[in-house]
Nanobody, 115 residues
Framework: QVQVVESGGGLVQPGGSRRLSCVAS????????MGWYREAPGKQRDLVAT???????NYGDSVKGRFTISRDNAKNLIYLQMNSLKPEDTAVYYC?????????WGQGTQVTVSS
């Protein structure tokens, strides 16, 4: 069994910052890619950011320059530092891992950007 658990969501004011965390545990081996997607009400799930075990990163266009993904390979842990948050960043943020050709998803954490 593989568990993927996100944390750090909550309410933040426009222009503020928030850091999300995600840890993978259980029968995890050779975690190749970890990352974040988000899903706003009535919209499809979109890419936020991904990071490989070599540190290569990829960002969705709407978050480039504002969000930063980082990783601790030894702990199968990733962070998403979100700065200059906007109301349109409001969504459920889902963490995923790609391990041995299998994809595992977390339950999601809600981020709400509102004054």
């Amino acid at each position: 069994q593989v568990q993927v658990v996100e944390s750090g969501g909550g309410l933040v004011q426009p222009g503020g910052s928030r850091r999300l965390s995600c840890v993978a545990s259980g029968s995890v081996s050779s975690v190749n890619v970890m990352g974040w997607y988000r899903e706003a009400p009535g919209k499809q799930r979109d890419l936020v950011a991904t990071i490989t075990n070599y540190g290569g990163t990829n960002y969705g266009d709407s978050v480039k320059g504002r969000f930063t993904i980082s990783r601790d390979n030894a702990k199968n842990l990733i962070y998403l530092q979100m700065n200059s948050l906007k109301p349109e960043d409001t969504a459920v943020y889902y963490c995923y891992i790609l391990s041995s050709s299998f994809t595992y998803w977390g339950q999601g954490t809600q981020v709400t950007v509102s004054s």
